[in-house]
């Protein structure tokens, strides 16, 4: 099946969407997954908020702060269908995940989780193992990811009377699968499991309902597929466990209720939190986060698509589990410096960056689409790859 390039988003005032970025125009930034890209009038409305920091901290930090993040997890609440009241602002997923992880984990719990977690959610279950203990149950997931159901069923038979709590992602990091986390969810309240859920890459990309999503505690980042400039993300938790959970910052905030104790960390820059609404507004400028996603989603299966047409590869996944990013298995076996190699090919040689990984040994390319990619970027990528194949670059050598 071959999916067509999406056009492009037509924004009043501007020629091409690439021109609200800070990108080097000559790339083909095809990993917005990795770290996001901020558009430019969010980082301006930063930029102002910083001065404006600075001509009075003390207005701003004392009387002025406590203000700004509320509306921020205003913007929050409604873009994610949740309350306020449970959200608190984090730098990051793995700041939530962390608060997560040694909140709810206790001595003598089973956890179960499954086998692609992400690496510093994974050192995080470690930390925790060495402080209390308790079981860990990894269950595997194949590649190329059985569906729904298989993976529902995999990781809800790994349960045991003794199960507490299980941990999964909502878009899996290296192989770019959109999971199943509300029928999960579901399932683990009706066996008393409490469900942690890194939405990592979330906000912006997917959809999230966490008023019908009856997880324990869900995070996600701003600063990935929502606009937000890096240090903007949120953590949820269901109301019964707040008292559970602590920032893993010990601060000022240390003695007060959920949420208030995430507001304060020690003193740092906190815009990047604070211009969420800014962000949310940028998104609306490019007809709100439907228009969005609709686009990129298309537009990375373009992508894929180039590649398996003239590579005869296979995506680790049906496409109705990818969202604005596609896994594609490059049926050969990696090592770590030879994946450099090719990243480094892929930048100098043909100005196209995208992420390169390797899972169970074999490589895996992960592409992105992002509003200012276009279609001939995409042909490039795939170009790009059939050369690296033909001169024997990286793991082809
Ligand atoms: C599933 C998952 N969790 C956590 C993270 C970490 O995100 P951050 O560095 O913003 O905390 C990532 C980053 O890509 C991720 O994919």
New binding site residues.
């Given amino acids: 099946m071959s999916y067509p390039a999406p056009a492009p988003l037509v924004v009043a005032g501007c020629s091409s969407p690439k021109e609200f970025w800070h990108l080097d125009a000559e790339l083909a930034y095809l990993n917005h997954?990795?770290f996001g890209a901020c558009p430019k009038p969010v980082l301006e409305a930063m930029a102002t908020l910083r001065i404006e920091v600075e001509r009075q901290p003390m207005a701003f930090f004392v009387d002025q702060l406590h203000q700004q993040i509320a509306t921020a997890m205003e913007t929050w609440a409604s873009l994610l269908g949740a309350r306020t009241a449970d959200l608190a602002p984090v730098d990051?997923?793995?700041?939530g995940?962390n608060a997560a992880i040694n909140g709810l984990i206790e001595a003598g719990d089973a956890v179960v989780v499954p086998h692609q977690l992400?690496e510093?959610?994974r050192h995080a279950l470690s930390r925790r193992h060495s402080e209390v203990a308790f079981t860990k149950t990894v269950v595997p997931i194949p590649i190329p990811y059985p569906g729904d159901d298989a993976f529902l069923d995999r990781l809800m038979d790994a349960v045991t009377p003794a199960t507490r709590t299980m941990i999964v992602?909502q878009?899996?990091?290296p192989t770019a699968t959109v999971q199943p986390v509300a029928r999960l969810a579901k399932a683990c309240a009706e066996r008393g499991i409490n469900l942690i859920v890194?939405g990592?890459?979330a906000p912006g990309a997917v959809d999230v309902d966490l008023g019908d999503m009856s997880a324990a505690v869900w995070t996600g980042?701003g600063?990935?597929w929502a606009f937000a400039p890096h240090g903007c993300?949120v953590l949820w938790v269901c109301p019964q466990l707040q008292e559970r959970i602590q920032s893993p910052v010990t601060s000022l905030g240390y003695e007060l209720d959920y949420p208030e104790r995430f507001l304060w960390t020690g003193t740092r820059d906190r815009t990047a939190q604070c211009v969420f609404p800014e962000a949310v507004a940028f998104a609306r400028r490019l007809g709100g986060f439907g228009a969005v996603r609709a686009h990129n989603d298309a537009l990375a299966r373009f992508g894929a698509d180039q590649i398996l047409e003239k590579l005869g590869f296979a995506a680790v996944a049906p496409v109705q589990n990818f969202g604005p990013m596609v896994a594609i298995s490059c049926a050969i076996e990696a090592e770590r410096d030879q994946i450099g190699q090719l990243r480094a090919y892929f930048r100098d040689q043909h100005q196209v960056e995208v992420f390169t990984h390797i899972v169970a040994g074999t490589l895996l390319i992960r592409l992105s689409g992002q509003v200012y990619n276009t279609a001939s970027e995409m042909v490039r990528l795939a170009d790009a790859l059939v050369q690296a194949r033909n001169k024997g670059i990286g793991p082809w050598a």
């Fill in positions: 997954g990795s990051n997923a793995t700041t995940m992400y510093s959610v992602d878009v899996c990091s890194d990592a890459h980042n600063h990935k993300a």
